[in-house]
């Protein structure tokens, strides 16, 4: 079978979702065959796992990855901190519906049978969260920052049950302004006293949570730098943020990655990967800046 990638890549990587799904219909309609199949059988490697992803909703996609990060032996914790760590209440809520419509399952039940100690406690207690909010509690934002310290830098030891009330329980605005005057108490900010308190998959968590809380789209940034240093990218990484964000933030998720690196995601893209792969995600980039 002569297969046209370019075609492929083309028309599926200029229209948004819904459109796909449109596609979809009408291929399934004309040849009375299942699109997502024949892609399966036409597609390998990177450049399948990327087209398949974008068959996917946002949270269809974001709930596979998660799934895929606790199926079989062992778990890999990176993708699952960077999944449920630097999604927003919001954007569980959807998940963790879709995640049982595809898997039959809680994604709680998953997590929490894959996890243990304090490292699930966080991821729990982060999925937990239902009701996304913005409010700011004038109030509690003096005794939550001095609450965060008491129970890290200033004692011997970490409680680190009171740092994952605060840091699931409040808002983004709240714990921004939390962390601002964290720094009137403690003599690290919060990232630094995270590196000194916590260590392992809780110190990642924690990192990934304050990271995003103060700049999401930063976080996406850091992230695809670091998958693409070596001389040939991390695929699985670049993968998954370019086709879970896509359609959520990836145009400032660019502009973050051109401040930090001075030069665009675009061509890092293009001097890290090759053939299809590279024409794929290029074409998901959207534009050099």
């Known amino acids: 079978v002569c297969v046209d990638e370019l075609t492929i890549i083309d028309i599926l990587t200029r229209r948004s979702y819904f459109q796909r799904r449109e596609i979809a219909f009408e291929y399934e309609k004309r040849s009375k065959k299942d699109m997502i199949t024949a892609l399966k059988g036409a597609l390998s490697g990177s450049l399948e796992a990327v087209i398949l992803g974008l068959m996917k909703s946002t949270a269809q996609y974001d709930a596979s990855e998660i799934k895929g990060s606790i199926k079989g032996l062992g778990t890999d914790e990176e993708t699952l901190i960077e999944m449920v760590c630097s999604r927003s209440a919001e954007e569980l809520v959807e998940i963790k519906r879709v995640y049982k419509e595809l898997f039959k399952k809680e994604l709680e039940k998953d997590v929490a049978g894959d996890t243990s100690g304090d490292f699930r406690s966080l991821l729990l207690a982060l999925a937990k969260r239902d009701e996304p909010s913005n409010i700011v509690d004038y109030e509690k934002i003096d005794q939550d920052a001095r609450a965060l310290y008491e129970a890290g830098v200033k004692r011997k030891g970490t409680d680190v049950a009171t740092w994952i009330t605060i840091m699931s329980e409040r808002s983004v605005p709240h714990l921004q302004k939390v962390f601002d005057r964290y720094k009137s ?55 998954r943020i370019v086709v879970s964000r896509c359609e959520v933030d990836l145009m400032k998720i660019r502009t973050e990655f051109k401040k930090l690196n001075q030069k665009s995601l675009y061509q890092t893209i293009a001097e890290h990967t090759k053939g299809d792969y590279q024409k794929v995600l290029l074409s998901l980039c959207g534009g050099d800046d």
């Open 185 to 239: 108490y403690s003599p690290y900010d919060m990232q630094e006293s995270i590196r000194k308190e916590v260590k392992g998959d809780l110190e990642k968590s924690f990192l990934t949570l304050v990271e995003c809380f103060e700049n999401k789209q930063q976080y996406f940034a850091n992230r695809l730098s670091e998958a693409m240093k070596g001389k040939s990218a991390k695929e699985k990484v670049v993968t």
